[in-house]
């Protein structure tokens, strides 16, 4: 079964970039799309982008599109979320997960769920 592991959270000023990354064990990376979703306390979890098995598509929620990118490397089994002029309202705990049916932004599109990584954004 594979598992993913988000890595690269951390406490940053608004305006900060920081990059995260899905590691994923196992030989069917490159089967799936992956995506990335956030929680903050007290919402729901909420989609953020996907990104397609070859790398050559993405998609984005509206409030992170232009400022958010994802990209994957398929050799090193790892999807990446590069995020730039952070906001507070970012702060949320971040995770990765397999994609079954891309296009799609909802939670029940994806699986095998990492643990995530916290983010917190401070003015």
């Known amino acids: 079964q594979v598992q993913l592991v988000e890595s690269g959270g951390g406490l940053v000023q608004a305006g900060d970039s920081l990059r995260l990354s899905c590691a994923a064990s196992?030989?069917?990376?490159?089967?799936?799309?992956m995506g990335w979703f956030r929680q903050a306390p007290g919402k729901e979890r909420e989609f953020v982008g996907a990104?397609?098995?070859?790398?050559?598509?993405?998609y984005y929620a509206n409030s992170v599109k232009s400022r958010f990118t994802i990209s994957r490397d398929n050799a090193k089994n790892t999807a990446y979320l590069q995020m730039n002029s952070l906001k507070p309202e970012d702060t949320a705990v971040y995770y990765c997960?397999?994609?079954?049916?891309?296009?799609?932004?909802?939670?029940?599109?994806?699986?095998?769920w990492g643990q995530g990584t916290q983010v917190t954004v401070y003015s």
């Open positions: 997960a397999h994609g079954f049916r891309f296009g799609s932004t909802s939670v029940g599109a994806f699986g095998s």
């Open positions: 196992g030989r069917t990376f490159s089967r799936y799309a």
């Open positions: 990104i397609s098995r070859s790398g050559a598509t993405t």
